[in-house]
């Protein structure tokens, strides 16, 4: 029988708390993947994978002059000395480097089937063939050593691999990167080799370059597949924060082509050029199942005519349909039109961090600047050196006699060298250069050679030392460099960048002058001279000016939009002094007034973590009060149509601005910030904005700033209280779940939560119709998790917080109680109190009536919860 191995006795186990090690573990694993695995360094680009391919090529020679080696050759040494992954992982990178439509500038260069646009694979790795491209080697590697960047061993330490490549151009900006991390994700855009170049070169002349100068020289990116950006607004924004959503759509013309043989000219939509990533197989799939199941009208054939040309989809119309039309409705069912979302995140350092376009373009010129620096101060010990040799073999070539007497007369090189060196004043190289040098060198013509040679390495030594020691003289190499690499390597814009109002003409113009047919010829008749004499219809309506309006809210979900003439005489015939009101029975009420415009949005946010928008303008307009009063859960799709308590708050918007972020509060206590841009631009099908667990439900949602306090109450009247701060509450993305902001006890439950400056006071409302003002200052700051500070006092055990929201000077609260009586009570007749106080019982309660619930009226669009 074996002998147990007793493992406790030897002193090798170490106790330690699971969830520390849990804890430490997880962390250790998602920094891994982040530096290791998913984000790119600012400086070269590159993730680890791509940048180990590329020294693993350059490794085995192979430049753009040199014949291509197979793919598999060049993953087996990848895999061998480098990268400890999968095969697959390192060819399906490879692959990308190669393909055009993926990458602007392509890093390598392929012999072989590399895939296509229509998400065809790439052949095997066995079958295809490589090499670096021009840009590849001149951009990344023409200075590669460990003089310029530093090394490190591999995942063995039997190789050694660069930490990062001397790039001489910003490949992150060029050809952008996608990837995704553990908690954070990247998602930059390719761009304009040469507008980049032009804007790095105004960076190094001006540091206080304004951001419209800079915006100007790179209006937005440019995608390898064309297309067309028809908004600015997602640039900017994405340029400022890091961080923006880019609408990007293909290249559609209205044209007249042949119906065939004996059949008469038909009308097509020609799509020539798809939006970046859209896969152009899926997507004429796309069209075809919305035309079979009747979701798009008019399409009599589709095509595919593409070639090594380009693309070119014929979409052949019916003679009833309107080209203008259908072709918006491909732009709103299907990826013709879709969003990049922008995510300018790599690594600084080693450290991951979110970067506007003017840091990313100074991280690179910082680094470029050290790699020149590194690279002159070697050039410049190794021309020293040289200098010092050729400055030493000429003296001996004109010490010649006086060299060979005391060669002739030394016993070996040992004491040759000695002799030299006290004799001539030789330093130790230089003696030993002359001892190794041959006998051809005392020649005449050798000797020019060597003159020659030490005047140019005393001018270049002399131009190393200006470039070292003169800033401006290395800045003005750096330029000249960028310009010679402009010239070699710039090209024309490929991705067009229209406003929303060039859009629409542009549209317009394209519709109405292309109807010239590609691809095939016919006689100019009378009937096609007549079609293009007709106008051509705008493909966008134009937009009505945007109108006041007034929407109000009921308390059973009902919504009624009225123009403020009518909204005026409601407001005339009611009785707005009566403090309460009795209602009949099933009556409802309007919780919320609100002054908007027809075109901002309204952000809807349902209890199961869903959010949806649509127009103000959508909103049927009623002719009278209480037409046409419907229940606003009908305004949406079908999975919220359904229930009317599905909704969990709205807000009323005309922007989303980057400042501003959305807190979420769910019914178990768990909190989320997300910042409101991601809530712009959403479809039909919305998007989820909280993750939520089985019974979990989000009850309350907050816009807020940065800075404001955030307080959260229960019905215990128990309120946590902490500033808005990365630190108390980080931004995180959609995906990620909520963490725990409260505990609730037994029976406890939330009642309210509110976003507010510290100079602010709240409002509290028991159960049994007591109230008072609470300042903030009272409540004790904490942090999420904490428990919070009891706030008021109960005198009955039946007796709970009923509700708290803001207390906003000249506003009011609706409170409707058992009775089915509603209250009005305005917020500046009620006292500010102690925290230990149980506040005052409110004169229009009577006797055994309580408080089921309260609402706060105001006019800031940005209050309503």
């Known amino acids: 029988m074996a ?60 430049s753009p002059d040199r014949p291509y080696r197979k793919c598999a050759r060049v993953v087996g040494d990848v895999l061998g000395k480098y990268h400890p992954h999968g095969d697959q992982a390192v060819y399906d990178a490879m692959v990308r480097m190669i393909q055009d439509f993926s990458s602007r ?50 995942f063995d330490n039997s190789q050694q691999e660069p930490l990062v490549l001397p790039a001489q151009l910003p490949i992150l900006l060029l050809n952008g990167c996608s990837g995704i991390a553990v908690g954070m994700a990247t998602n930059v855009p390719p761009h304009n080799l040469a507008e980049v170049v032009d804007a790095l070169i105004a960076l190094i002349d001006s540091k206080e370059l304004s951001d419209e100068k800079l915006f100007d020289l790179i209006p937005g990116p440019d995608f390898p597949t064309g297309g067309e950006i028809i908004d600015t607004e997602g640039i900017r924004t994405a340029y400022r924060t890091g961080r923006g959503i880019i609408p990007l759509r293909g290249v559609a013309q209205i044209e007249e082509i042949q119906g065939g043989r004996g059949r008469h000219r038909r009308t097509a939509i020609v799509v020539t050029e ?80 979110q970067l506007s376009l003017r840091e990313m373009l100074q991280e690179f010129l910082k680094f470029r600047e050290q790699t020149l620096n590194r690279l002159y101060q070697h050039e410049l010990e190794q021309t020293e050196n040289r200098l010092e040799l050729v400055e030493g073999l000429l003296v001996a070539l004109n010490e010649l006699d006086t060299l060979i007497e005391i060669l002739r007369n030394s016993a070996d090189g040992s004491s040759a060298k000695q002799t030299l060196q006290g ?145 005026e005489r409601q407001q005339r015939g009611a009785d707005t002094d009566s403090q309460f009101q009795t209602l009949e029975e099933g009556e409802d009420f309007t919780v919320q007034t609100q002054v908007a415009f027809t075109d901002q949005d309204v952000l809807i946010l349902t209890r199961n973590g869903k959010a949806y928008s649509i127009k103000v303008g959508d909103i049927p307009l009623s002719k009278r009060v209480g037409s046409n009063k419907r229940p606003f859960v009908s305004l949406f799709p079908p999975a919220v149509q359904g229930d009317p308590e599905a909704i969990a708050t709205q807000f009323i918007l005309s922007d989303y601005p980057e400042t501003l972020d959305l807190i979420c509060l769910t019914k178990r206590g768990r909190i989320k910030r997300l910042p409101l841009s991601e809530f712009s631009n959403l479809t039909a099908r919305g998007l989820t904005a909280v993750k939520l667990k089985e019974g979990d439900s989000l009850v309350y949602a907050n816009l807020a700033t940065a800075g404001q306090e955030l307080v959260m109450a229960t019905s215990g009247a128990r309120l946590l209280r902490f500033t808005i701060q990365n630190d108390n509450l980080p931004i995180t993305s959609r995906t990620t779940l909520p963490q725990q902001a409260l505990r609730l006890g037994k029976g406890e439950s939330l009642v309210g939560c509110v976003a507010l400056s510290a100079s602010d006071n709240l409002l509290l409302v028991s159960k049994l119709g007591y109230a008072k003002q609470l300042s903030v200052h009272h409540v004790r700051r904490a942090k999420p998790g ?59 309660v009577k006797g055994k009536e309580t408080i089921v619930y309260l609402n706060v009226s105001s006019t800031d669009p940005q209050q309503y919860v």
Not at 32 to 55: E, M, N, W
Not at 450 to 462: A, D, H, I, M, V
Not at 463 to 469: M, N, V
Not at 788 to 806: E, I, P, R, Y
């Open 274 to 353: 798809l939006p970046f990533q859209v896969n152009k197989a899926g997507w004429i799939e796309k069209v075809a199942d919305l035309v079979n199941h009747g979701r798009l009208q008019g399409i009599s054939d589709i095509r595919d005519e593409s070639d090594r040309e380009g693309i070119r989809v014929v979409i052949e119309l019916k003679r009833e349909t309107n080209p203008e039309t259908l072709l918006q409705q491909l732009y709103n069912q299907t990826p013709l039109q879709s969003n990049f979302g922008a995510i300018l995140l790599a690594l600084v350092d080693g450290q991951p961090r």
């Open 423 to 567: 004799e001539l004043d030789f330093s130790e190289a230089q003696a030993d250069a002359i001892l190794a040098m041959p006998m051809r060198r005392i020649t005449g013509l050798e000797r020019e050679k060597l003159q020659e040679e030490r005047g140019n390495l005393t001018k270049r030594r002399e131009e190393l030392q200006r470039l070292l020691g003169d800033r401006r003289e290395l800045l003005k190499a750096l330029k000249k460099e960028l310009r010679s690499l402009k010239k070699k390597y710039g090209d024309a814009r490929r991705t067009r960048i229209f406003t929303v109002s060039e859009t629409k003409e542009a549209v317009v113009v394209a519709s109405a002058c292309a109807t010239t047919p590609t691809k095939t010829k016919s006689k100019k008749g009378k009937k096609k001279q007549k079609a293009e004499e007709a106008p051509s219809l705008p493909l966008f309506p134009a937009e009505p000016e945007p109108e006041e309006t007034v929407l109000e809210f009921t308390h059973r979900g009902y919504v009624q939009r009225l123009s403020p003439a009518t909204y």
């Open 786 to 844: 904490d428990l919070g500070t009891q706030s008021m006092t109960f005198s009955a055990k039946s007796d709970n917080l009923m509700g708290m929201v803001a207390a906003l000077p000249d506003s009011e609260v609706k409170l409707l109680t058992s009775s089915d009586r509603l209250l009005k009570l305005p917020i500046d007749s009620v006292r500010v109190k102690r925290k230990d106080d149980k506040g005052t019982r409110l004169p229009t």
């Open 105 to 154: 500038y392509p890093l390598l260069a392929g012999h072989g089937n590399f895939g296509s646009v229509d998400n065809d694979p790439p052949a095997a790795m066995r079958y295809t063939e490589t090499r670096l491209a021009q840009i590849g080697q001149e951009g990344l590697l023409r200075e590669i050593g460990e003089a310029t960047v530093d090394f490190i061993g591999n």
């Open 3 to 62: 002998k147990q191995l007793n493992l406790l006795s030897t002193g090798q186990v170490i106790p330690t708390a699971l969830h520390t090690e849990m804890q430490q573990s997880y962390l250790e694993y998602a920094m891994s993947v982040i530096v290791g695995r998913a984000l790119p360094d600012v400086r070269d680009g590159l993730k680890p994978v791509h940048r180990r391919i590329l020294y693993a090529m350059h490794e085995l020679g192979l």
